[in-house]
């Protein structure tokens, strides 16, 4: 640490011994000026008040103005000794006190001081004038004028009003730089807090950052394996299910026993003829089921890693689009799931991070429709153009319930009609629909999804922004139309 740091240090640590080193001092220097030529007591007690106000004048400020006040009222009405010609600079000491006065962070005290200062120096020059004999100090009965000394007409009033007015002039001037120097103070305490509270912000941001890069990797990261593993379960599944089913139905049958003329043979031979053909249409449905899987898998691994990379060049990352619907229903149809796909409406040019909110909404609606929707899940999706914006419906159920599920009917320019709706029947909060609600308001707009009946409902609204420019409508989302 630098020697002139740690000078520094040590006066810090010695500012609490500044008003009582000048006190000491002021008393010292008193005494030894009047040792001798003031035998009055009552001039000893007025130096040891003052010497207490000046000591005590940082700490107990409102006591040394108290003090500072006192004793000139004191001598006002003779219980202490009014200051003789050499003793009246006595009242100095009035210079700390207001310069404390004014250093005083509460405003009552320095308001408080600013009035007590007034007071004393009126009634310093009250005693100093009538009771102090200060004509005659100074000779002030009388001013030369003319070449003659001419006498003064009421000499007492001037001079009252000339050391009051002198009085308060130090007072205001010690007082009015501590008053500075509190200002000071405070300015450059704001400056610090200001400091470290934009330090603190700037490390809060930093922290937010991050997590919303963390939530944000975690979305996606559950967009895409969440819905590959349910395709690759739905086709493992459902391949193995089908495999045990033909086992049972493709067994070879028996040839019936001949009376001899070899029919019990030619039947053996059907049997193996049948045996043949089952094996080989299980070999195709398993090829296919594998297949898909691949693809599934294959796709999740290319959607993974184009995330990974994307972390480190934001304008990297992809972005699934409205376009890549077509593809999502395809893929969800190659498992078994019955899937019907409508829109209604003239496209309109929605922003990338929307198109994207409304692929992964759909996504994530088709993929619970497959995980919950049991052997023969269904759903529709429905997407309603309008003037204020898209409205996206998922409805999903099961196809062994009773019939596919009822298409939700689009609700055209209604930006905010449905914010409230479903709350009665609301579901059990899960990552995937928080996700979802998410997605949709981060997109400017609202997504509800609840049960009713056998059926599970997703609604979500996202607005057009740029309501004036008008999207082309994509070969590949228009021409996908209705799917069985």
Known sequence: MPSTLKALLSLRRLRPLLEPSI????????????????????????????????????????????????????????????????????????????????????????WSGLAG???????????????????????????FEGGALTRIENPRAIWVFVLFVLAALVFLTAWGAGVFLHISRRRR????????TEAELAVADVELRSVKERDEIAQEVHDVLAHSLAVVIAVADGTRFLRAAGL???APPVGRVGDGDGRGGDGDGRGGDGDVTSAMARERS??????????????????????LEGLHDQTRRPQPRLVDLGALVDRMSSTGMEVRFEQF????????????????IVQESLTNAL?????????????????????????????????????????????????????????????????????ARLAGGWLTASAEGEEFVVTAFIPVHLASARATPSRELVETGERP
């Open 189 to 196: 305490a704001e400056q610090n807090l200001l400091a470290e």
């Open 117 to 143: 200062g007034l007071v004393q120096a009126l009634v310093a020059a009250v005693v100093l004038v009538f009771d102090g004999d200060w004509l005659s100090w100074t000779g002030g009965t009388s001013v």
């Open 286 to 307: 398993t090829d296919d089921a594998l297949g898909e899987i691949a693809a599934a898998a294959r796709t999740a691994l290319l959607d993974l890693r184009g995330l």
């Open 371 to 439: 995980k919950h929707g049991g052997e023969s899940p269904c759903a529709a999706v429905s997407l309603a153009w309008g003037d204020d914006g898209l409205v996206v419906g998922v409805v999903s159920g099961s196809l062994s319930g009773g019939g596919a599920p009822a298409r939700p009917e689009p609700a055209l320019g209604v930006a905010g009609a449905g914010a409230g709706a479903g709350a009665g029947a609301e579901p059990v909060r899960s990552f995937g629909i928080t996700g979802m609600r998410d997605r």
């Open 23 to 110: 006190a000491v001092v002021y008393a010292l220097l008193w005494v030894n000026a009047e040792i001798g030529r003031s035998p009055e007591p009552g001039f000893y007690l007025a130096l040891g008040a003052y010497a207490v106000a000046i000591a005590v004048s940082r700490r107990l400020t409102t006591v040394s103005i108290v003090i500072v006040v006192l004793v000139p009222l004191l001598q006002l009405v003779g219980l202490l000794t009014a200051p003789t010609s050499t003793a009246w600079p006595l009242y100095q000491a009035v210079i700390v006190v207001a310069f404390a006065a004014g250093c005083s962070p509460d405003p009552r005290i320095r």
């Open 248 to 250: 049972v139905e493709s």
């Open 345 to 360: 409406g003239e496209p309109r040019r929605l922003t990338p991070s929307q198109e994207a909110a409304v692929y992964r």
